[in-house]
């Protein structure tokens, strides 16, 4: 089954390609457990997906790094800037809300942009993930990353697959599943002739070609709702 195939994938570090669904976003993400991200799986990820490399996170861990979602940080100092109240994503067409949260660089890095310092930011990201679990580690977090940075995150929503099914919280979800650090660094395939999202099909044709595990969202939910019975 692909669940069990993707399962195995994240637990050795290998790259996978989710499809949310075709009522949401209709889109794939390349996604891999931040642990295992070294500079050629960021390299790949920028050349072969080409979409925004971003680390979602469990919702219990972005709660104990202290991270807030990014609307929530306009809505505070929308008082003072007034265009943060006037540009507010309340028009998103596939979703109430978005799982942004802040972006960041780990303190060891230079610029924040290159292969190497990407990866640098989201391995240790899932570094922190066994300290996160365990408690608050705002203090941690704040002494390892600054902030604005070029690693976006991700927050899942809480309640995981509930209110919300994306990407963030699919990707994280099945970390869970395969056991893995529930951090995990996704990025939009998309393709470059049609100015799109690559389709579905020419997703999968790719995985085939990279010899990389498919799985569509339902098959996380179902296994999910199974596990959790």
Do not use: W
Not at 15 to 43: K, T
Not at 187 to 214: I, N, P, T, W
């Amino acid at each position: 089954m692909s669940i069990e195939r993707a399962i195995e994938a994240l637990k050795a570090g290998k790259f996978l390609l989710l499809h949310d669904s075709a009522s949401r976003e209709n889109e794939v993400d390349m996604l891999i457990a931040a642990e295992f991200v070294g500079p050629s799986q960021v390299a790949t990820m920028r050349r072969d997906a080409g979409g925004l490399i971003c680390v979602a996170l469990h919702p219990s861990i972005a709660e104990n790094f202290g991270l807030p979602y990014l609307t929530e940080v306009y809505d505070v100092a929308s008082s003072k800037f007034d265009v943060l109240a006037k540009t507010r994503p309340n028009d998103i067409p596939y979703d109430e809300r978005s799982a942004f949260s802040l972006a960041v660089n780990h303190r060891r890095t230079f610029t924040g942009i290159t292969d190497i310092d990407r990866a640098l930011t989201i391995r240790e990201l899932g570094k922190m993930e066994a300290q996160a679990l365990d408690g608050s580690v705002a203090e941690e977090f704040g002494r390892n990353f600054r902030s604005p940075g070029h690693v976006p995150l991700l927050r899942a929503a809480d309640g995981l697959l509930d209110e919300r099914k994306g990407h963030t919280e699919l990707s994280v979800v099945l970390a869970k599943l395969a056991g893995v650090t529930p951090v995990v660094a996704v990025c939009e395939m998309l393709d470059g002739r049609a100015g799109r999202a690559l389709s579905r099909e020419q997703a999968a044709d790719y995985g085939k070609k990279h010899g990389l595990v498919f799985l569509d969202g339902s098959d996380i939910v179902s296994e999910f709702r199974r596990a959790n019975k």
